[in-house]
C-alpha cells in the first residue's frame, strides 16, 4: 500500500473550510468523478464540524491510497474530546445533540465506501472514512 498525506487541524470554522477545500483538491487530483469529490468534501465537513462542535480541536487526515489496483482516498477524523457514549446510537439516523438534522455519522457512513468509529470516553475519537475511485 503506498501514501501520501496532508492534515489540517480544526479550532475554528474556518479550519472547516480548509479541511474541505484540502479533501476535494486531493480526491480531483485523484481522478474521482465531481459526484464522488462532492460526497468526499460532504463527509469531510461533517466530520470537520463534529470536531469543532463537539471537541473543540482535533485534526483531519487525509490520505491518497493505492492498494492493489485501486486507488482511493482516506479521511481520519481525530480528537481528544469526549468520546461517544454510545456509538449505535451516534449511528442511528435522526439523533442529533446539536439541534441539527441528526443525518452527521449515519451520513458519513453512506457517503463512503468503508467508515470505522474507535472512540473512548474521556480520551477522545478517531474516525476513518475511506471511498474508492470505482
Same mark, same amino acid.
Given at each position: 500500500?503506498?501514501?501520501?498525506?496532508?492534515?489540517?487541524?480544526?479550532?475554528?470554522?474556518?479550519? /472547516?473550510?480548509?479541511?474541505?477545500? *484540502?479533501?476535494?483538491?486531493?480526491?480531483?487530483?485523484?481522478?474521482?468523478?465531481?459526484?464522488?469529490? $462532492?460526497?468526499?468534501?460532504?463527509?469531510?465537513?461533517? *466530520? $470537520?464540524?463534529?470536531?469543532? *462542535?463537539?471537541?473543540?480541536?482535533?485534526?483531519?487526515? /487525509? +490520505?491518497? /491510497?493505492? !492498494?492493489? &489496483? @485501486? +486507488?482511493?482516498?482516506?479521511?481520519? @477524523?481525530?480528537?481528544?474530546?469526549?468520546?461517544?457514549? &454510545?456509538?449505535?446510537?451516534?449511528? &442511528? &439516523?435522526?439523533?442529533? +445533540?446539536?439541534?441539527?438534522?441528526?443525518?452527521?455519522?449515519?451520513?458519513?457512513?453512506?457517503?463512503?465506501?468503508?467508515?470505522?468509529?474507535?472512540?473512548?470516553?474521556?480520551?477522545?475519537?478517531?474516525?476513518?472514512? /475511506? !471511498?474508492?475511485?470505482?
Amino acid at each position: 500500500m503506498e501514501y501520501r498525506s496532508s492534515s489540517v487541524d480544526i479550532y475554528t470554522e474556518w479550519d /472547516i473550510v480548509a479541511a474541505r477545500q *484540502l479533501g476535494r483538491n486531493e480526491a480531483k487530483k485523484l481522478g474521482f468523478g465531481t459526484v464522488d469529490q $462532492a460526497r468526499i468534501t460532504t463527509a469531510i465537513s461533517e *466530520l $470537520a464540524r463534529n470536531i469543532y *462542535l463537539y471537541a473543540g480541536k482535533g485534526k483531519i487526515e /487525509i +490520505t491518497c /491510497i493505492h !492498494k492493489d &489496483d @485501486a +486507488t482511493g482516498i482516506s479521511i481520519i @477524523a481525530s480528537d481528544e474530546g469526549p468520546g461517544f457514549p &454510545d456509538v449505535r446510537k451516534v449511528m &442511528d &439516523d435522526g439523533f442529533t +445533540t446539536s439541534g441539527g438534522l441528526g443525518a452527521g455519522m449515519p451520513g458519513v457512513r453512506r457517503l463512503m465506501d468503508d467508515f470505522n468509529i474507535v472512540t473512548k470516553r474521556g480520551v477522545g475519537t478517531t474516525i476513518t472514512a /475511506i !471511498k474508492w475511485i470505482r
